[in-house]
């Protein structure tokens, strides 16, 4: 491998996926503010995930629908003004 390439501060993080509350240890070196008791009782630096495996339709095979930044309500909302929005066929 290329020297200087990959980042030395890796260390043991806990990843938390926070719409399935599913908890992983593995190796990171992002940045964290929160620390987390993992099950072994060691103290974790805790890094927060909206999507992993765990949720991702793709792993799991179910659709759900994460709408963290209220993009959906955002687009119905500008649709509803839309010329789109009421149309009727008219019934003779």
């Not at 709408?67 to 789109?84: E, H, L, M, P, V």
């Amino acid at each position: 491998m290329k020297d200087g390439l990959h980042p030395e501060s890796y260390r043991t993080v806990v990843f938390k996926d926070i719409s399935t509350d599913t908890t992983f240890l593995t190796q990171s070196c992002a940045p964290s503010r929160e620390k987390i008791t993992w099950e072994d009782g060691n103290e974790y630096p805790l890094i927060r995930l909206e999507i992993t495996s765990a949720s991702h339709p793709f792993f799991t095979g179910k659709i759900k629908f994460v709408d963290s930044a209220g993009r959906i309500d955002k687009f119905n909302k500008k649709f509803q003004k839309s010329r789109f929005a009421n149309t009727t066929k008219d019934e003779e």
